[in-house]
DNA sequence: CTATTATTCAATTGATTACTAGACTATAGG
DNA sequence: CCTATAGTCTAGTAATCAATTGAATAATAG
């Protein structure tokens, strides 16, 4: 019996962290959180909940010890707990997508389907950097990249393309990157970028992968969550 | 409207695939079936469930797509449906474990703490397989070994380390893995061995992790499921 | 035709879940 | 001190779901 208890409170404690995350709503504050810090309100907003509601799941998220909170004036900002929550997340993603035919379909709805370029690798971009010609926009929100982006990159939030359009050397290479694989953000970006004559690639993953692969990160250090999402 | 519904069931998938597996006794049936195939009767008895609870289990996998199903005579075994399993139960591992305490004191009282020694990492381990001397024990159940196992490792089931003490020399370093992180079969055999003189070292994963990494495994072609677990 | 193995069904028990509205708390700034 | 802002907490609602068992059913081997 006391094996027998031990044992379920064993993989009880990782049930816990799964049944935390097992929620559309959740995994959504996951996604964003794991750009970076973000006020309740913000969140609130985003994801189209109520702000009581969008604070009790970040309860739900905070007593798993999936994210963490930050108390400014008035603001209370939430972000995720570590990098392993991204990992989850890459795998959760990963193994539902290798599964469900579904999920792929809702994404070539959803997220319509604008790249019908092979995405780019990081492998082939960290290559491609070195020969030169090649210049990185970072089209998220400004304070989503100055939490992290990849060295060297541009921030073009995907508002103000239309204004840069003639401003970058139709020369180069364009590579855009945004959340993660399944963002829009980029592939809508590129999509008027080579309507204008620009030879264009999407980086295949986002911010959260490449910090999990370890690669290195630049930080602006300051402006903590001006600009906002949608 | 249209686009609310598509993004509600775009983050619906990853969370069915999350809600799969948001329970303790599917976590452990995954752990299980992390190793290789068993019929439900098995799962049954090593988790200790009804075969009706078990099956019902099952079928929660199964339709989520985390597990397969093949039948063979009148018995049906389950597998992983793919490596992506493993990685997810790794990452839950790792963020829970991190983040919850209460994981660390249910290890160190369920799985007593037998091995105090600093366990082997994987690099450790095939630098010194290198340099030699280094004598690999596989102590699951010889059907697990048989599934996949690490090259050059010897099958010794944690039942006959006793019969199997005499006949390894000394001069050895023994390295003695087993299902994984949290798995106590290895640890048991090495305090065995450590009490008959032996020089021992854990290694710090198991089976899943091993090929998680990418690294090399061999299989023996036959046998599927006689042995048994505990 | 029988034993084995698994699935399914029906029923029980017990609990969560997501959500809203409104009260309440904490803070900044006048 | 007062007020607006931001967030949390409580209670209530409506809806489900979840784990489990035992009995009935199905599939297969011999």
């Excluded at 019908?116 to 990249?145: A, C, M």
């Excluded at 993660?180 to 980029?186: D, N, Q, S, T």
Aim: charge should be negative; proline fraction near 5%.
């Amino acid at each position: 019996m006391e094996a027998r208890e031990a044992k379920d409170r064993f993989y009880e404690a990782f049930a816990n962290t799964a049944r935390a995350i097992a929620s559309p709503k959740r995994i959504e504050i996951l996604e964003l959180l794991a750009q970076t810090e973000y006020p309740v309100e913000e969140i609130a907003r985003i994801t189209g909940m109520t702000i009581a509601n969008t604070s009790s799941h970040l309860q739900v998220l905070k007593q798993a010890k999936i994210v963490e909170s930050r108390k400014q004036g008035t603001k209370v900002f939430y972000q995720n707990a570590s990098l392993g929550v991204s990992d989850l997340l890459a795998s959760l993603r990963t193994l539902t997508r290798a599964r469900v035919a579904e999920v792929d379909q809702v994404v070539s709805e959803y997220f319509t389907a604008r790249d019908s370029f092979e995405p780019l690798s990081h492998e082939e971009l960290l290559q491609r950097t070195k020969t030169g010609d090649v210049i990185i926009l970072d089209v998220r929100p400004t304070n989503e990249y100055a939490h992290a982006h990849i060295p060297g990159a541009i921030s073009v939030p995907l508002g103000e393309i239309e204004a840069v359009v003639d401003t970058l050397p139709k020369s180069s290479l364009i590579v855009a990157y945004c959340r993660g694989p399944f963002c829009v953000l980029a592939p809508q970006a590129l999509e008027i970028l080579s309507a204008h004559g620009y030879e264009t690639r999407r980086l295949a993953s986002g911010m959260p992968e490449w910090q999990l692969l370890g690669l290195p990160v630049e930080t602006n250090e300051h402006s903590s969550t001006q600009a906002n999402a949608g």
